[in-house]
């Protein structure tokens, strides 16, 4: 298992927003230029880029779902205390 992982997310307020975000994913859009219009996350500014992190630095669920993924794969939708987020693991 890393200890880090690079990786870059999407965050919507409801989950038909989030199925909206999953189907254009899945449509061929760019994961960065989809989270530079939707996100509601401040790492919007970096295509939705939130740098490398470690285990215990995000909520639990975010977390599970983020280190499951392999480099380029892109997460379900899941959803947090923030809202619902869809995950891509970059490196």
């Not at 990786?7 to 530079?36: M, P, Q, W, Y």
């Not at 630095?57 to 977390?63: G, I, P």
Request: aromatic share 6%; with cysteine.
């Amino acid at each position: 298992m890393p200890t880090k992982i690079h990786c870059a997310h999407i965050l919507v307020k409801t989950k038909e927003e989030a199925d909206n975000v999953l189907s254009r994913l899945n449509g061929g859009e760019k994961f960065a230029n989809i989270a530079k219009q939707e996100s509601l996350c401040p790492s919007k500014k970096r295509g939705g880029d939130l740098g490398a992190f470690g285990r215990g630095m995000m909520v639990k669920e975010f977390e599970r779902a983020a280190f499951s993924l392999k480099k380029g794969e892109i997460s379900p939708v899941i959803k947090t205390k923030y809202g619902y987020h869809i995950v891509k693991r970059l490196e």
